[in-house]
């Protein structure tokens, strides 16, 4: 939705104490600043920010914290396997190494990019922002910094990765005997540390200790639009002078240019890859001379047969339930958008919320894959070697994941808000 100056509906407020929401557009007024709830959103029911005044100071220890813990886990051994006399030791980053030993260049880039660059550079911007700001100082580029943790946070995926050692470690379970290492219990408490770190950090505390103002218009009486990375309110002319957000400098417009036709054409690539990554077999694994393949489907299916029940669930949500959710949510909502259905906006975005926040989990298979090539290489008695259908899945998350980003949320508004602004029309 639209909203005219905010000098029209309260001429006193100042206008920090204004937020407009990013999923449905509705401008409220930011209930308390400290304190330790969520606001929602009272339209849509968005969360709008979370955290209180002193959270930050933990949030740049817990940063500190996470730093020696990613040394520790990636420097440190891993996971061991036994199989008879016979054991295999491997640090997280041997699967990536294991990828580009078997020229898999875009498997070994996805895993490398995932659970080892854009962790590390998130821990060192927490860094970079966090004691800085213990300390009141301010040091150059620090708004592309914070930008960039806001828009790279769904691409670190570490606690996914957690999860693929736990499925990897039950596969292998009744082949082998398993060992953590102590890299495994540094990596499972930097987990912990990185979560806890993004619950503490108060986004809109530090934007606003970078730069208080939160409001830039060029004239009186213009429309205003929220940055989707900072929050800031921005003058209709502003943005369609420049298209920058002139707090943080992302990208803003009033509604994503071509959202619809962008997202079209990602979700319906990501339907076409998505035959080879089920039809194609994902790992081969090849034991006493004698080769099996395996699909994602097969997969579960063994699994099952074997009685791990708890696995069996994890893999089919991940791989198979969460891309075709995801898949068929993004359609019905394109199409929604399209004929400009009026009913049920408030169901379609809490789906359009749900996609976002489940899509990265059906890296699983990925991780799970890499794991096993890495760990399972015991030359005539036991190798796991990846397949085709592997790439063509991690393609299928990955397209997803940008769809849901390109898709503009506020598009399932504005048919309601032709309607209001038609009557209105009518009433004058
Ligand atoms: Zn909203
Ligand atoms: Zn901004």
Not at 348 to 358: G, M, N, P
């Amino acid at each position: 939705m639209d909203h005219p100056p905010l000098s029209t509906i309260s001429p006193h407020a100042e206008h920090r104490d204004w937020l407009l929401c990013h999923h449905c557009g509705e401008l409220q007024k930011v209930v308390s600043f400290s304190s330790e709830n969520e606001m929602v959103c009272f339209n849509c029911e968005a969360i709008l920010h979370t955290g209180g005044a002193r959270r930050l100071e933990f949030a740049s220890a817990l940063a500190l914290t996470a730093l020696v813990l990613f040394i520790l886990s990636n420097a440190l051994p891993f996971i061991t396997l036994e199989i008879g006399s016979q054991s295999q030791t491997a640090t997280i980053l041997d699967g990536f190494w294991a990828l580009l030993e078997r020229k898999q260049w875009i498997l070994g880039g996805m895993v490398i990019t995932t659970i080892f660059i854009f962790p590390l550079v998130e821990i060192f911007a927490f860094l970079y922002l966090l004691v800085s700001y213990s300390y009141n100082r301010h040091l150059p580029g620090q708004v592309s910094v914070l930008r960039w943790l806001v828009l790279a946070q769904n691409w670190s995926m570490l606690e996914i990765f957690m999860l693929s050692a736990v499925v990897a470690s039950v596969k292998l379970a009744d082949m082998a005997v398993i060992h953590l290492e102590t890299g495994a219990y540094a990596f499972f408490l930097l987990v912990g540390v990185l979560i806890l770190a993004y619950i503490k950090l108060n986004r809109r505390q530090l934007w606003s200790w970078l730069n208080t103002n939160n409001y830039f218009t060029a004239y009186d009486n213009e429309f205003v639009y929220d940055c989707r990375v900072c929050k800031a309110m921005v003058g209709e002319s502003i943005i369609e002078n420049k298209h920058e957000c002139p707090r943080c400098q992302s990208e803003i417009h009033k509604r994503i240019p071509y959202s619809l036709q962008k997202t079209t054409a990602l979700v319906l690539a990501a339907i076409i890859l998505y035959i080879p990554a089920n039809v194609l077999p994902i790992m081969t694994y090849s034991t006493l001379g004698e080769v099996y393949t395996d699909t994602i489907f097969s997969g579960v299916v063994e699994l099952l047969m074997e009685g791990l029940w708890g696995i069996a669930l994890v893999v089919f949500v991940a791989s198979i339930l969460v891309p075709i959710t995801k898949l068929v949510i993004l359609t019905y909502l394109l199409w929604s958008v399209k004929i400009k259905m009026r009913r049920g906006a408030k169901h379609r975005a809490v789906l359009f919320r749900l996609t976002e926040a489940i899509g990265r989990w059906s890296m699983v298979d990925v991780f799970v894959v890499t794991l096993l090539v890495s760990l399972v290489q015991f030359g005539f008695i036991y190798t796991v070697e990846p397949e085709g259908a592997i790439i063509a899945f991690g393609a299928v998350v990955l397209l997803t994941m940008v769809a849901a980003e390109t898709f503009d949320p506020r598009l399932i508004w504005d048919a309601l808000e032709e309607d209001a602004q038609s009557k209105g029309d009518s009433l004058d």
